[in-house]
């Protein structure tokens, strides 16, 4: 067991061996339906953080099925964080505080938990002499309902949290680093461009960061409508009267044959806690940024759905036409240059890669970098062998390498057990760490001159404005 006794209480942990203890499930904050966080500022009876806390109520998604989530606890009140520290951190003076990597899972801001095996963060403790934090937050309609960001304010309470609590599990609240994939990587750019964060986070590294789902007020209020006639209620406040089953149901409803599926539940703009222009925002605040994004994301998705992998030639144009128009024909053969024999379903998946995480990460960054705003951009290009290589480097891939968790359950499974992938993990984890730690990373700042962005693979490469074609076509897209 581990103890650690501060002015909010006393939390009993789990020391788990190799000079690591974890405290899991510490509740951070309550929060009655549609209703912001309270946060808990102390604890009357010693805190059980033995094991998980409760999920957000959720409609499971890919990562909850395969690596059996989905039987984890449910509850409104899921507010919950899980801590790993050096041992002997606990302990620790005011000059060994070690920095602290505060992590936000993914999950389209509808399906999700920090509990999931893949986000660990004991192996991160112990190749970089960290302290990680990871924590769950609202999700679906719970978090996310017309342009209340309960969720996105449950991340700030959490980082309030830890301002208050960290010293005592070792960790230096002057030193924080956002970090988060998918939905999480949103987040993590959305909290670096809220005024609610200021002082409470040092630096920010954003995974795929699936930014086209922050939504306008005018998207939040159809998502809005659409959910109250599945829900059959006519006002917010005849929801608050629905079960959680009948909540659930509902948002299963919600993503059936819906146009706007990526925002019927995720953070509204100029909604409570965010600023209505998040790349401004985000570039004025000064926040250190690393941005990074996969080669294949769409992949993940058009591998997995049997109707999209098995679409030809004359299908795939119809989803270039819906998207480009008169420049259909120009949009494939631009990509038939630049992705050599893919599969029809690969090609959409390829413009759909960068429609949805490569052209708004670039415009992102390149807001940034006209304001000076320190900014690193990196690709992950490194393809799994599973199934034939379906995936490619698809969506999600790079997380077990950015923690360093290959052997954690399911990892194999999605990428395939070859030795190489221990070099990429060894890169990619030591790069986090290194930033967490000293704010530097081993290559240069994107600027609008060079544009310099790392390549991630079995070898790394500093790339010169990598596909600068797409670049300039998705620059007067998007």
Request: charged share 20%; aromatic share 10%.
């Amino acid at each position: 067991m581990a103890l650690v006794t501060n002015l909010s209480g006393s939390f009993n942990g789990n020391d788990i061996g190799a000079d690591v203890v974890e405290f899991l499930g510490i509740q951070f904050a309550t929060a009655d339906r549609f209703a912001d966080p309270v946060d808990i500022l102390s604890y009357q009876k010693p805190v059980d953080a033995r094991t998980f806390g409760p999920q957000s109520p959720q409609v499971p998604g890919f990562m909850e099925e395969i690596l059996d989530t989905k039987k984890l606890p449910v509850s409104e009140q899921c507010l919950n964080l899980n801590i790993w520290a050096p041992s002997d951190a606990i302990s620790a003076q005011a000059s060994e505080l070690r920095p602290v990597l505060f992590w936000i899972h993914g999950g389209a801001y509808t399906n999700g938990t920090a509990a999931t095996s893949w986000y660990n963060g004991a192996s991160l403790v112990r190749r970089g002499d960290v302290v990680v934090v990871s924590i769950n937050y609202r999700l679906g309609p719970f978090g996310f309902l017309g342009d209340d960001n309960f969720g996105t304010l449950d991340q700030i309470s959490a980082l309030r949290w830890v301002q208050r609590n960290i010293t005592a599990f070792g960790g230096d609240p002057k030193n924080v680093t956002i970090f988060g994939e998918s939905a999480g990587g949103s987040s993590v750019v959305a909290l670096t461009a809220s005024h609610l964060t200021v002082g409470l986070i040092k630096r920010a590294w954003a995974m795929s960061p699936s930014l086209r789902q922050l939504r306008t007020k005018a998207q939040a209020a159809i998502a809005l409508e659409q959910y109250l006639g599945l829900a059959k209620c006519q006002s917010i406040d005849e929801l608050r009267s629905l079960t959680i089953e009948e909540m659930i149901k509902a948002t299963e409803l919600m993503f059936v044959d819906v146009e706007n599926y990526i925002s019927t539940f995720t953070p509204t703009l100029g909604g409570s806690g965010l600023s209505e222009n998040v790349n401004e925002a985000s570039a004025n605040s000064g926040v250190p940024l690393v941005v990074g994004t996969n080669h294949d994301e769409n992949r993940l998705w058009t591998a997995l759905h049997p109707d999209s992998a098995s679409i030809d030639m004359a299908g795939a144009l119809v989803f270039y036409e819906k998207s480009f128009g008169a420049d259909a024909k120009f949009m494939w053969d631009t990509y038939c240059e630049h992705r050599k024999d893919l599969t029809a379903s690969q090609m959409v998946a390829a413009f759909q890669t960068d429609q949805n995480f490569r052209a708004p990460a670039w415009k992102l960054c390149e807001k940034r970098s006209n304001q000076n705003a320190p900014t690193w951009m990196y690709w992950f290009t490194w393809p799994t062998p599973v199934f034939n290589g379906a995936f490619g480097s698809c969506h999600a891939l790079d997380i077990p390498f950015v923690f360093h968790n290959l052997d954690a359950p399911g990892v194999e499974l999605f990428t395939g057990s070859d030795p190489e992938r221990e070099q990429i993990a060894d890169r990619l984890s030591a790069e986090v760490l290194s930033f967490a730690t000293t704010g530097e990373v081993s290559w240069p700042q994107y600027e609008t001159t060079s544009r310099a962005t790392l390549q991630v693979d079995k070898q790394n490469f500093l790339l010169k404005d990598p596909e600068p074609e797409l670049r300039n076509i998705w620059t007067n897209l998007v």
